[in-house]
Each structure stands twice: as C-alpha cells, then as structure tokens.
C-alpha cells in the first residue's frame, strides 16, 4: 500500500514540474511554425503577439497607449529579444517610448492606418536598419528615432510636414536623406551627431529650421537650399544655409566658405565641425552667437576682416584649440583683439591687411604656381588647409573666381594683376555682346555614351573661363576635355549632386577668342533632358565677363544614335573635324566626336 501511494506522489511531483517550465520550452507547433510566447494589451483596444521567432505583431484598433516611464516596457520579459515588429492596419498610433531600447529590434513594417508616431517611439534601438514610414503617417514626435546608431536607409513620407527636434540625432550610420517637398519645418538638432551623413538638399516649402539641425555631422561637406525657397538660401555656392531676410548663416559644414554678404553667424551654426580647417569673416559680419564654432577641434586657421573686434563670449569658439589656430586680424587691430573678451584666449594673432602679399594666396611669402592651384582648388570647392582669401581675391571684387586666377597668373608672369592697365576692360561685365557660352541640342541612343561640344566664344581674347553644369537626374558624366596645353590648367569636378564644375586657364598667358569643351555623358532612361549651363565667366587680366545662362536639349531614344552619314551621304556634304581634315573619302572611319558638315556643327 506504501508502494502505490509513493508512486502516485512522484506521478503527480513530475505534473507540477512539467506545468512549472517556461512557455518558450514548448513555443513551437507540431508543424514548426513560431507559436505564441507572449501576449498582452498595448492600449485601450490593441494587443500585441509574441513569437517564439521573436517577432511581434501589434493589432486591434486605435491608439497604442505611451510608456513615459523609463523603466516601463511593452513587454519587461521580451522587450530586449525582439527582432521585428508588425504594426497592422487597425493600429492608428505609435505610442511614446513604445519601443524604447528593443535593442535587437532589426525591421519595423508600420501599416497603413497609423497617422502618429509618438516621442522616442523607437529611442536607443541599436539594430534598427532600415525603416518605411507611410503615407498615413502625418506626424512623428521628438527623438522618435533617437540614437538609432545602424539606421542606415529610412524614407520620409511626404505626408509630413515637420521634422521634429532630435527626430534623427545620433542615427551615425545614416549616410543619405531625403527631406521631401511639402516639409515646412526642421526641429532643433533633427540631424544633429548624423556623422556617416555626406550632403543634404533644403526643399522649397521649408519655412522654419532650428538650432544645430546639421550639428556634429562630421561628414558633411554639402549643403544646398532649393533656389524657389523664399525664407533661406545657398548663395554662391557656399555650401550652407543662409536665412535670407537677414543675411545670417544657420548652418555650415567643412566645405562651407562663408560668403562677403554674411552679416551674422547663428548658435550651433558650425557645431562640432571637426572637418574645418580654416574659416574667413567677412567684414559685414556683427555678431557670432553661443557655440557657433563649438568643439571644431580642426580649426587651424581663422581670418576675421572686422577692424573692430565683434562682441562674442567664450563659448562661440568653445573647445577651440587656440594654442594650435591662428587668428588673422586686420592691420592694425592685433592690440584690440588681444583685449577683446571671447578673442584674446588665441595665443597667435597675427595681422593681415597691408601684411599680406596680394595673390599669396597659401601664405608662404611667395606668389607662384602653388597659389595658382591653391585658388583653382578653392574655385572647385577645395581649399587648402592654409588659405588667405583676402590674397586670393586678386581683383578684389568680394568673389573668388577665374579672374584671380587669371590674374594670379600675370602676376608671376609680369608682376602684376593687370600688366596692361590701360587698356583693361571694365571688371564684371553682363552682356552677351562680349562673350557667350552655348551648346547644339543633340539626340542620341539609350545606354549609349555621346559627347557635346560646348562653345566658349568671345568678342576679344581671353586667358581663363568656368561654368556649371546642371545635370537631370539620369545623365552621367563620363568624361570633360577641353583645347588645352600641358603646361594650362583645366579641371572639372562634381560640386554637388547635380552640378558639373568646369575650369580653364592658361598659366603662360596664352589668350584665345574660342574654346571648346567636350562632355561626354550616359543616358539611363529615355526621355528629353534640359540641360542648363550657367555661373559662366571668361576672364582675362584679373577681369570677368559673365556669361549669359544657355542651355541645350537631349533627346534620349532607343532607335536614335546621333548623326549616321553613309559614304553616299558624304558625297553630297563636306564633312569635316574641328581640325579642317575632310572626311569625306573615308567614312567608314569616322570617330565620334564634333564635325562641321555644310558650315555647321554636328555631333556623332
């Protein structure tokens, strides 16, 4: 009797344990499919669903309820383990910190029905790689995606209209952003710690931008503003954003060269821009607010034109090595600055002004070939560590362009700028009748590469030429050459997404009426291309022409290839390349390239 009691107790001790194991030791079906681990409510009527896979579905209908609590969770047991989350259509809202440090957390599909995303929705989730928000959504709280380090891709919907403070701060792995048209505002810091990020474009509609939006962006070296926007710029070129009505510079990157028109540089404007060396403040420059220059660690070179020191505290050159970075000052002023509160904490001011020699333009004592590349890389966007822009500017016009260069070149040919003074053109002309710039439509085939001749013609000889190239998305360069010598200098470069920089001049004072400079590019998709060829100017003796803007069509088809001349054809034409050698005999070895067939210019 002793015996069938114990055994019934052990029976019925191995029930109690098996009840008393962990759910996930039996979360799988008998087919293999993830079962349920785990499940709870997430808001008046919403659910969510745990799988053994470690994937959660929220479902139900309306909003999801917030978890403004730090030590609250959507789930304490599996908030850590999850990887992806289903958000279904009924849902209508995200709530605040909802997912706050699901720090595997890798995919999010948010569906259709949700219109909010709540403050720190997703804050501090490590792994979150690449998210779609939809349409629906038409707001998204502060910090939602804060210090998401492996977001890589995400895609704003252009149902938004702000971009909430710190909506992206520290997301260090997002090297691309889109900011749609329709957007209106950018919160403080939105972007800020973003250090994989390379450029970013402002759309028109944005009317409201914050403090330190681009703040510590380490890589960033490109920023333009939508030229149809009325309440900010990016004139010049100057890789920034400028708030137009009153000339202030709200945000920069290392590429930025702050221009003469500048009357003010906003709080947090140059945040942690580790990648500036060296900085120029034009003299219409008044104030420089809080942190404006804080923590650039590679500032090696500051030249301030004001005679009159501006009144700034401490903390806009914060962190700052002023042991290490010289501070360039006017003639005369270096007593003022070393006086001067948030200024005199720079151990080497030195003065420029009537110091400085003109064209010297890397500050070596000397005018010769290395400051004539030194202003070309400045033209191109990429100025030496070392650079005075008061020596480069050569023709003393507030701009730095070909006509320095031009003029940089007489002076280490002839000792100065314009060594035939008398008979220099009047400086900053517009007008066609002097010189212009165009280009014949063309029509090619898909996929296929063609080359445009683009003609620089002028009614008088000149030494030096630049333009920009604006390129429709679906054209890409393949190769830029121009009539040059090896001993001239010719570059082009991308100094944006979209815009092609081409610059020429001789370093021997060689002087042409007529240029010529073949693009070659490659259509990806068919269609009619408008190409825009403007900012022209052609220079001679330190003075500019602007050109008026041109442009040219291309007509991109599958059964189009450009001009196709049969030796039949040819009998019939003269045909002849840009050197005057007819081709009329020997077709069939014609190259691609430009020709003149019955006086006029072809391309094949």
């Not at 019939?572 to 020997?586: F, I, Q, R, T």
Request: glycine share 8%; aromatic share 8%; charged share 15%.
């Amino acid at each position: 009797m002793n015996n069938k009691f114990d055994c019934s107790s052990k029976t019925l001790l191995i029930c109690l344990l098996v009840w008393l194991l962990p759910s996930s030791i039996w979360a799988q079906t008998n087919d293999g499919d993830p079962s349920v681990v785990a499940t709870g409510s997430c808001g008046e009527s919403v659910t969510y669903t745990i799988y053994s896979d470690m994937s959660m579905v929220i479902s139900g209908t309306g909003e999801m309820k917030d978890y403004v609590d730090a030590d609250l969770h959507i789930d304490d047991d599996y908030y850590q383990k999850i990887k992806n989350v289903s958000i279904e259509e009924g849902v209508t809202s995200i709530g605040e910190f909802a997912f706050y440090y699901c720090t595997s957390l890798t995919t999010v599909t948010i569906g259709n029905g949700v219109t909010h995303i709540g403050n720190a929705a997703f804050n501090e989730c490590y792994s979150l790689a690449s998210v779609t928000i939809p349409n629906s959504v038409t707001e998204i709280g502060s910090g939602a995606f804060n210090l998401c380090s492996g977001l890589s891709s995400v895609e704003i919907p252009g149902s938004l209209t702000v971009l909430s403070p710190a909506l992206f701060f520290g997301c260090t792995s997002l090297a691309s952003i889109t900011i749609p048209e329709g957007v209106t505002e950018i919160g403080d810091a939105a972007f800020e710690w973003c250090t994989s990020l390379t450029s970013v474009s402002i759309p028109a509609s944005v009317q409201s931008i914050g403090e330190g939006v681009f703040g510590s962006c380490t890589n960033l070296s490109s920023i333009t503003v939508d030229a149809a926007n009325t309440v900010y710029d990016s004139r010049d070129n100057c890789n920034a954003i400028i708030e137009t009505s009153t000339n202030t510079l709200i945000a920069g990157c290392m590429s930025t060269i702050i221009p003469a028109s500048v009357t003010a540089i906003g709080g947090y404007a140059f945040y942690e821009c580790t990648g500036l060396t060296s900085v120029t403040i034009g003299n219409e420059v008044i104030a420089i607010e809080d942190y404006a220059f804080a923590n650039c660690k590679g500032l090696t070179s500051i030249t301030v034109e004001n005679e009159t020191p501006i009144s700034i505290s401490q903390k806009a050159f914060l962190n700052v090595d002023k042991a290490a970075c010289t501070l360039y000052v006017p003639a005369g002023s270096k007593s003022a600055y070393e006086s001067a509160e948030g200024w005199k904490e720079f151990e080497n001011i030195e003065e420029t002004g009537e110091d400085y020699v003109l064209g010297d333009a890397n500050n070596d004592g000397r005018v010769n070939v290395s400051d004539f590349t030194a202003i070309a890389n400045c033209i191109m966007g990429t100025p030496p560590a070392t650079f005075v822009e008061m020596a480069a500017d050569v023709n003393v016009d507030g701009t730095i362009n070909v006509a320095d260069l031009t003029g940089v070149a007489n002076i280490i040919l002839h000792g100065s700028a314009e060594p035939n003074a008398s008979n220099a053109k009047t400086r900053n002309i517009v007008a066609s009748e002097y010189a212009n710039i165009e280009a014949n439509d063309v029509t090619i085939a898909l996929d296929e590469e063609f080359t445009v001749a683009i003609y620089i013609n002028g009614n008088f000889e000149y030494s030096g030429y630049q333009f920009d190239i604006a390129l429709p998305e679906g054209l890409v360069v393949k190769d830029v050459s121009g009539q040059t010598t090896s001993s001239d200098l010719f570059l082009s470069d991308m100094i944006n997404d979209n815009t092609l920089r081409v610059l020429y001049a001789s370093t021997t004072g060689e002087v042409a009426e007529s240029s010529v400079v073949y693009l070659t590019l490659v259509a990806d998709d068919e269609g009619i291309y408008n190409i825009d060829i403007d900012n022209a100017i052609v220079s001679v003796n330190a003075s500019q022409y602007v050109m008026s803007k041109s442009s040219f069509l291309a007509s991109v088809g599958n059964n189009t290839t450009g001009i196709s001349l049969s030796n039949e054809q040819a009998a019939n034409n003269e045909v002849y390349d840009l050197a005057g050698k007819m081709w009329n005999d020997d077709m069939s070895r014609l190259p691609k390239g430009v020709y003149i067939i019955n006086g006029k210019k072809v391309i094949k």
